[in-house]
């Protein structure tokens, strides 16, 4: 496989890890918002220029951040982790930037305080220009598989879309031979905060290919209700095609990632399971198996 489409950690290679002590560093080519204005949340594009850097990952990795200044203790921040939404080759397909999805995690407390999130609100306030300190690359839970007739299962929440972007991108912009096909859940507030698919940016939305057999399904849960009149949750969603997930699940060919708030993972173990008991099957013990063949791979927070 030639170098440009690797897609996976190569056992074989040595890759460069770069620590917080060592940190190298990236500068900002562009942060553009990816909602609307109104929208409550602030979610962000941010894209960097990674011109001698030496930095190189692979899909589905993260980076760190560390953000500037001191806590008030007067240490320096700690970095966060971020999913690295571009593809290996970077957005601009020359293995050149790197992009970020990020979401502003400003919290207001029990106390009725607003609480800024540090490296988020650092990250989403990053102007043309700035030098980041950014540690990695990170992370093994989200690899592609080799085969590239593997069925991908693609579950995301909000800010979690950001590796089944990069793999999505890998799929249709860089590989470009993708014969598995992919199912791709999304789940969020409402469908204008559906990242990259939405008004403000539609680019996974307009891929075209008719070699790559794409299916989306959404679950906005303060919008649609599911069929019990509740909130219609990524889960619930995943419900309604529990027939076809089955019978990938039984052929075996496939790789399932979820990425996104903690919680995900059990909504969907109590959808499977009790599609797995009519079926006679135990689900918590398939699962078992499925997750050695790292065919489940699972990335919250
Ligand atoms: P922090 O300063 O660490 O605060 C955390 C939260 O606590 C904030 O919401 C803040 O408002 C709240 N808070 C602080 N003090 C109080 C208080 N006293 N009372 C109540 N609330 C309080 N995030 C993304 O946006 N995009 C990604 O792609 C992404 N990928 C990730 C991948 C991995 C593997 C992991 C582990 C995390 C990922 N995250 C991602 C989350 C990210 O790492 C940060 O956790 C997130 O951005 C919040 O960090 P922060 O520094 O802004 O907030
Ligand atoms: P809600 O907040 O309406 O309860 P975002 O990161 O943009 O906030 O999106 C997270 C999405 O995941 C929201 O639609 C949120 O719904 C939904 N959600 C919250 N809790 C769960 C859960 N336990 N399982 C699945 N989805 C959840």
């Not at 929208?39 to 011109?51: A, G, K």
């Not at 299962?153 to 598995?180: C, E, Q, V």
């Not at 790789?255 to 009519?278: F, M, N, Q, R």
Request: glycine share 8%.
């Amino acid at each position: 496989m030639p170098d440009n489409i690797l897609n996976r950690i190569d056992p074989n290679k040595s890759y460069p890890s770069f620590k917080a002590k060592e940190p190298f560093t990236a500068k900002v080519i562009s942060n553009t918002r990816l909602v609307a204005k109104d929208c409550e949340d602030d979610i962000r594009h941010v894209v960097f220029s990674l011109e001698n850097s030496g930095f190189r990952h692979v899909n589905g990795q993260s980076i760190g951040i560390i953000a500037t200044g001191e806590d008030d203790k007067g240490r320096a921040y700690k970095q966060r982790i971020y999913s690295v939404a571009s593809s290996a080759l970077g957005d601009d397909g020359e293995r050149k930037t790197l992009s970020l999805c990020v979401k502003r995690a400003d919290t207001i407390g029990e106390d009725g305080v607003l609480y800024k999130g540090v490296c988020s609100n650092y990250i989403c306030d990053l102007k043309e220009g700035d030098e980041v300190l950014c540690t990695g690359a990170l992370g093994r839970a989200l690899m592609l598989p080799v085969d590239e007739e593997t069925k991908l299962i693609l579950l995301a929440t909000g800010t979690g879309i950001a590796p089944m972007r990069a793999f999505i991108n890998h799929i249709y912009n860089d590989a470009k031979s993708w014969k598995g096909g992919v199912d791709f859940y999304f789940g969020g507030k409402r469908a204008d905060e559906a990242l990259y698919m939405n008004e403000v940016n539609s680019e996974i939305s307009n891929h075209n290919n008719p070699n790559i057999k794409m299916n989306t399904y959404f679950a906005f849960s303060r919008e649609m209700t599911n069929a019990s009149g509740q909130k219609m949750y990524i889960q619930n969603k995943v419900g309604e095609n529990i027939e076809q997930l089955w019978e990938d699940l039984k052929k075996g060919n496939f790789s399932l990632y979820i990425c996104g708030l903690k919680g995900i993972e059990e909504g969907l173990d109590e959808v499977i399971s009790a599609y797995a008991s009519t079926q006679g099957a135990d689900w918590m013990e398939m699962k078992k198996e499925f997750k050695k063949q790292k065919r489940w791979n699972v990335e919250v927070y």
